[in-house]
């Protein structure tokens, strides 16, 4: 919206510098980050008087949450959906279509969240929407956003998949890039809903990723960055970097108020919504596999699930004491501040290596 400044430029020289990404995405960190800051109390205090007792905790979770995170209201990603989505009509050029993907992706993940969390606390369980139910939404969803990318980026990009550390190598997967393109987005989506489980956890690396992801949609939306890093140029994907930065200072304005102890947690509307955030914007980037790196630590996290699950199933032993795997090291008696900086720690060394790849070809 404000881009559009950038055209008085020459009746008022200093509006030029709405034209700059850099710019802009900058100043969509700031503006999210204070939205966070001035509409969050409200927003809690709101939450607090809705929801009574605060999110139902799982009684198949670690004991001690029953003390420490009993009567903490839930659905904070509320006000991250509110900051993102005033950051980003605000900075973004709104006449760009993948702007408009992504924030179809994370508002309606939000949504699908928002009723989980709402079924979750008016009927006092740890269970909300049906999963099968709410599996379909989400792949529905991500379908259509696949289709639409499709649409836009047309030619040698449509259906195609983009291989790290290989120059230029983009794979055709026909018919089969649809499916793909839902399972990152659905994937991300659920595996960042599983590693949100102490304060602070999840949202730290939702911004980390989202600031590795400003740096890949700047350079691979730029002609001259994309051909030196001998990379792929996606039209338009430059103005991601603004919703990415938006993202950005939502998840620190967040984190003021969840930081350990919590005053909020972002619940399923805000794990699902920033899950499928990302994993829109690597597929419009067509750095899916790079989400995989950068994202490790809420793969691992899945994993963990997984291979409990299946082993479970198999040979009725546990791989781990619990799952997701920051429970795990709970129960063996780790401090939950301990968890959660060394999994911060974990999530920067991944990001650092997916950056690299962008180098590394």
Not at 24 to 46: D, Q, S
Not at 209 to 236: D, E, K, M, P, R
Request: contains cysteine; proline residues 3%.
């Amino acid at each position: 919206m404000l881009s559009n400044l950038a055209q008085f430029a020459d009746q008022l020289p200093i509006l030029n510098v709405f034209r700059y990404l850099t710019f802009r995405a900058g100043a969509a960190v700031v503006t999210a980050m204070v939205v966070c800051f001035i509409f969050g109390p409200a927003i809690i205090h709101w939450l607090k008087t809705k929801q009574g007792k605060g999110q139902p905790i799982r009684q198949d979770g670690p004991q001690s949450h029953l003390i420490t995170k009993q009567g903490t209201p839930t659905m904070g990603g509320v006000m991250m959906l509110l900051s993102i989505g005033i950051a980003t009509l605000l900075w973004a050029d709104l006449s760009n279509r993948y702007v408009w993907v992504v924030l179809l992706v994370t508002l309606s993940y939000g949504f699908i969240g928002f009723l989980d969390d709402f079924l979750k606390v008016t009927r006092r369980s740890s269970g909300g929407l049906a999963g099968r139910l709410k599996m379909a939404a989400e792949i529905v969803i991500a379908a259509i956003a696949a289709i639409w990318v499709n649409n836009i980026s047309g030619g040698s990009l449509a259906n195609t998949l983009a291989v790290p550390f290989f120059k230029d190598l983009l794979i055709n997967l026909g018919i089969l890039y649809v499916p793909f393109a839902v399972f990152i987005m659905v994937g991300a989506s659920n595996a960042v809903n599983l590693t949100d489980g102490l304060d602070g956890l999840a949202i730290v690396p939702v911004i980390i990723a989202a600031g590795v992801f400003v740096i890949i949609s700047y350079l691979i939306g730029n002609t001259v960055f994309a051909n030196y890093l001998q990379v792929h140029y996606v039209a338009g994907a430059g103005e991601l970097a603004i919703f990415c930065g938006a993202i950005v200072g939502a998840g620190l304005g967040f984190l003021w108020f969840n930081a350990p102890p919590a005053m909020v947690f972002m619940g399923d509307t805000g794990s699902l919504a920033m899950g499928g955030a990302l994993g829109s914007v690597a597929v419009v980037t067509k750095h899916e596999i790079v989400l995989g790196l950068v994202g490790g630590l809420f793969v691992l996290e899945t994993i963990s699930v997984i291979v409990q699950v299946v082993s479970f199933k198999l040979t009725g032993k546990r791989v781990f004491r619990m799952a997701p795997l920051h429970h795990h090291y709970e129960d063996k008696g780790w401090a939950e501040s301990t968890i959660v900086i060394r999994f911060w720690i974990i999530a920067m060394i991944l990001a650092i290596a997916g950056l690299a790849t962008l180098k590394l070809r």
